[in-house]
């Protein structure tokens, strides 16, 4: 299979990816969107992209492209713990607190806030596309006083020194990541609680429509572990509901609750059911 990931080589989507296909062939893509509409134009077997994390939260573009684009269900969910380190050239591993910018995927350098702070008050923060990128860039760069926040595994891959290890805010830092396929895959990690994930979007001008939405799957026990909402992109004030549910032996349940939604007026669609694979290393 070709597995389409976050890239560059060494991104933290990269080391979810083949831990869960070790064996597949890995296909590096420069954005979201673009390992989306990969395997929504069936370039690709299976794409894995980044959808939240415990410090930042949401991986909004996943979600908004999740939504307005891709038909592509989600057949997996792959939790990995998130260690950022902050590296340099090895030119510049005595001043490395001299360097003039440092760059990361901006979940990466808000993961950081509480350490840019403190060591590097006052240096330009620069977004790139993803970790990796970052890392890249400043091994190709050897002479601009760069730094960049990826994983560990960046570091080797592009000859880069960890000046600071662990520089995230929290030491308990995971993401989740989704595995879009239109076929059933085999990942040889245990499994944990299966989900469903739902975008809905509200009945029009009713009163408590969003009580009325969830009432529909609390009056049948279903138990939501996360709830939120994006804006339509129609007008202000409008917005989609994406929902996920713990539906373990609960698939007929899920099916009413969201018959019972269309039946009030809203809109509700099924993203994917699937199990959580959580992986111990980065």
């Not at 979940?107 to 950081?112: E, P, S, T």
């Not at 560990?152 to 993401?175: C, F, H, P, W």
Request: hydrophobic letters at 45%; glycine letters at 4%; aromatic letters at 8%.
């Amino acid at each position: 299979m070709k597995i389409a990931y976050l890239g560059p080589a060494a991104s933290f989507t990269h080391a979810a990816a083949a831990k869960a296909f070790p064996k597949e062939e890995m296909i590096a893509k420069s954005t979201i969107p673009d390992c989306i509409m990969a395997i929504e134009k069936e370039d690709v077997d299976v794409a894995v992209v980044p959808i939240e994390n415990t410090i930042e939260g949401s991986v909004n573009i996943t979600l908004d492209y999740l939504f307005h684009f891709s038909s592509v269900p989600v057949v997996a969910e792959i939790v990995l713990p998130i260690a950022q380190h902050l590296m340099v050239h090895p030119a510049h591993v005595a001043t490395w607190k001299s360097v003039q910018k440092v760059m990361s995927h901006p979940q990466a350098l808000a993961q950081c806030h509480t350490f840019l702070q403190a060591e590097l008050y006052g240096v330009e923060r620069e977004v790139t596309p993803s970790t990796a990128y970052a890392a890249k860039w400043v091994s190709n760069n050897p002479t601009e006083l760069a730094a960049a926040i990826a994983p560990r595994m960046a570091a080797s891959e592009y000859g880069l020194e960890i000046v600071k290890e662990n520089a995230q805010d929290l030491e308990l830092n995971q993401t989740r990541f989704f595995v879009l396929s239109r076929k059933p895959v085999s990942i040889l990690l245990p499994k944990e609680e299966e989900k469903t994930s739902i975008s809905v979007i509200l009945p029009n001008n009713m009163p408590g429509a969003l009580h009325k939405v969830l009432s529909t799957f609390a009056w049948r026990d279903i138990d939501l572990s996360k709830i939120e909402s994006r804006p339509l992109k129609t007008s202000l004030g409008e917005y989609f509901f994406l929902i996920d549910v713990l539906s373990e032996g609960k698939e007929t349940l899920v099916t009413n609750a969201l018959d019972e939604i269309t039946l009030l007026g809203g809109t509700a669609n099924k993203l994917g059911t699937y199990h959580v694979h959580r992986l111990q290393t980065t």
